[in-house]
């Protein structure tokens, strides 16, 4: 790593050491301007200004570095563990910790597109679970089981949009588990 004069990135950058990436940026963009070397016609403050900017481009490249490795609680996992925990809580009705737990996978296959689609019918997000099963279909062109899920998933979106459906999903929703 190029020498940031024995301060961490984010000292450079002017923020602390919680700080996200978006304040990283904000930071970054000040910085630059106030020493950006066209501003300046004398050339040893431009040689001061140019090496000034090379120290916060390091600075702002290794400050976003560390805080994309700093993604706390949603750690990639293999596809064959996401697809075992997603179904689990699939089975015991928790949907969207099941797609949460989905999401993790490194990877998606065509089981992972079908256990997304179940995940998203039962959450009734019917339009992103024809995509999922579609998706499916695209691994197994000829499985009949992928392709019915997937007109199902169509069906259910088209009468998801009439009036009385609507008023019967907000009545459950609203009433219905308690």
């Given at each position: 790593?190029?020498?940031?004069?024995?301060?961490?990135?984010?000292?450079?950058?002017?923020?602390?050491?919680?700080?996200?990436?978006?304040?990283?940026?904000?930071a970054y963009r000040l910085r630059v301007k106030e020493c950006h070397p066209d501003q300046f016609s004398d050339e040893e403050k431009r040689s001061k200004a140019q090496e000034e900017l090379i120290r916060l481009n390091l600075a702002y490249e290794e400050a976003l570095k560390i805080l994309s490795q700093h993604?706390?609680?949603?750690?990639?996992?293999?596809?064959?563990?996401?697809?075992?925990?997603?179904?689990?809580?699939?089975?015991?009705?928790?949907?969207?910790?099941?797609?949460?737990?989905?999401?993790?996978?490194?990877?998606?296959?065509?089981?992972?597109?079908?256990?997304?689609?179940?995940?998203?019918?039962?959450?009734?997000?019917?339009?992103?679970?024809?995509?999922?099963?579609?998706?499916?279909?695209?691994?197994?062109?000829?499985?009949?089981?992928?392709?019915?899920?997937?007109?199902?998933?169509?069906?259910?979106?088209?009468?998801?949009?009439?009036?009385?459906?609507?008023?019967?999903?907000?009545?459950?929703?609203?009433?219905?588990?308690?």
């Open positions: 790593m190029a020498n940031l004069y024995g301060h961490s990135p984010f000292e450079v950058l002017g923020v602390g050491p919680g700080a996200d990436a978006e304040a990283v940026r904000s993604k706390v609680g949603f750690n990639m996992i293999s596809q064959e563990e996401a697809k075992h925990f997603a179904q689990r809580l699939l089975d015991q009705g928790n949907l969207e910790s099941a797609l949460r737990q989905l999401n993790r996978a490194d990877a998606q296959d065509e089981g992972w597109f079908i256990l997304n689609g179940k995940i998203l019918m039962g959450l009734r997000r019917y339009e992103e679970a024809e995509i999922s099963f579609r998706r499916a279909i695209r691994h197994s062109p000829d499985n009949r089981e992928y392709r019915s899920l997937a007109l199902d998933a169509a069906i259910a979106q088209r009468e998801s949009k009439k009036l009385n459906v609507k008023l019967q999903n907000w009545f459950k929703d609203s009433f219905g588990k308690r």
